[in-house]
């Protein structure tokens, strides 16, 4: 039973658009939670993060919004561009947890 | 620059053969943890440390152990692989302190033939 979801496994978006992902938990506990872009080949790399205090961080292009309520968070990038073309990873941490708990993946396509 | 390298980006085994990934990161990070990767099914954690010679049970540590002697190296044994090993391996570190961004090594594709 996954306790982090990332029901869409591929979006395709075209170049300069909004680009917007989602991720849904079941865990009331998780309080703290990561986006990570993952190249073909390469380790997952950190984008951004968001404390359960909070309901909206930013960082340049992205932008990760967490509805606690519904148990939801979303990452947005404005403008997208060919190279955000990758799997984008949420992943959450319960409040005295060491580890986080992956979802299963969002590949994104942008398109030129 | 952090860094986390791992020994081998592609392995093929044998069942049956003893496989050993390595693990090395240089930002003197207390934590470290091991995934596999498969498709559909994201990151699942394996093993994770968080000291010297500490090791605690992930998700899935059935047909693993590790080992962490020195607080840069952390290495996964599979004793006896099989092929539903066969998987992407991925090593991670992170430091505490309230620090929780985990920094990845560049994957080991195992195969197990």
């Known amino acids: 039973d996954q306790q982090v979801k990332q029901n869409s496994p591929s979006l395709s978006v075209q170049e300069g658009r909004i680009s917007i992902l989602n991720c849904d938990y079941t865990?009331?506990?998780?309080?703290?939670f990561l986006w990570y872009k993952k190249y073909p080949a390469e380790g997952p790399t950190f984008l951004i993060s968001?404390?359960?205090?909070?309901d909206k961080n930013e960082d340049g292009r992205f932008t990760v919004f967490l509805n606690k309520s519904a148990k939801h968070l979303s990452l947005h990038i404005v403008p997208s561009q060919p190279g955000d073309s990758a799997v984008y990873f949420c992943a959450a941490r319960t409040i005295y947890g060491q580890n986080f708990v992956f979802g299963p993946g969002t590949r994104l396509s942008v398109l030129p | 620059d952090v860094k986390v390298t791992q020994s081998s980006r592609y392995l093929v085994k044998r069942t049956g053969e003893k496989v050993f990934l390595e693990c090395v990161q240089d930002m003197d990070h207390e934590n470290m943890f091991w995934y596999r990767q498969d498709p559909g099914l994201g990151l699942r954690l394996i093993y994770f440390s968080y000291d010297v010679k500490m090791k605690e049970k992930g998700d899935i540590p059935e047909g693993y152990s590790v080992s962490r002697e020195k607080k840069e190296r952390f290495s996964l044994i599979l004793e006896s692989a099989s092929t539903n090993q066969t998987s992407m391996y991925l090593c991670?570190?992170?430091?505490?302190?309230?620090?929780?961004?985990?920094?990845f090594g560049p994957g080991t594709r195992l195969t197990v033939t």
């Open positions: 865990n009331s506990m998780f309080d703290y």
């Open positions: 991670a570190s992170s430091g505490g302190g309230g620090s929780y961004e985990q920094y």
């Open positions: 968001i404390s359960s205090i909070k």
